[in-house]
């Protein structure tokens, strides 16, 4: 009686390990297609045949370049007149970088 307890009791063990392998090996084929998805949209995106949101993407980042360009060398200005101004360009380049990364950050998610 003993050898059947034990006996059944590694069948059931047996069982549990198949099914957790199996439930881990699923997991791990949905995240592996999840990022095969996730890969071929980015591909999509940017890949050489996407050359509208190419562009698009250049001409606002040459747009965000000049107006950060733009806003530098008036504040640069405003310092050489007046000690105070550094604050201020303190605090927007810290309010910039700011709002830059909450930019990208939504169009990721």
Same mark, same amino acid.
Do not use: C, W
């Given at each position: 009686?003993?050898?059947?307890?034990?006996?059944?009791?590694?069948?059931?063990?047996?069982?549990? *390990? =198949?099914?957790?392998?199996?439930?881990?090996?699923?997991?791990? =084929?949905?995240?592996?297609?999840?990022?095969?998805?996730?890969?071929?949209?980015? =591909?999509?995106?940017?890949?050489?045949? &996407?050359?509208?949101? &190419?562009?698009?993407?250049?001409?606002?980042?040459?747009?965000? +370049?000049?107006?950060?360009?733009?806003?530098?060398?008036?504040?640069?200005?405003? *310092?050489?007149?007046?000690?105070?101004?550094? *604050?201020?360009? *303190?605090? =927007?380049?810290?309010?910039?970088?700011?709002?830059?990364?909450? +930019?990208?950050? &939504?169009?990721?998610?």
């Amino acid at each position: 009686m003993r050898d059947r307890d034990i006996k059944h009791q590694l069948q059931d063990v047996g069982t549990q *390990v =198949g099914e957790r392998a199996r439930q881990y090996a699923d997991d791990a =084929g949905n995240t592996a297609q999840t990022l095969l998805d996730r890969g071929r949209h980015l =591909g999509e995106r940017f890949g050489p045949r &996407s050359k509208r949101y &190419s562009r698009r993407l250049t001409t606002t980042a040459e747009d965000i +370049a000049d107006e950060a360009n733009y806003h530098y060398r008036r504040l640069r200005r405003q *310092v050489n007149r007046h000690p105070a101004a550094t *604050v201020a360009i *303190v605090a =927007g380049t810290i309010g910039a970088f700011l709002l830059l990364r909450r +930019a990208f950050r &939504s169009d990721d998610d």
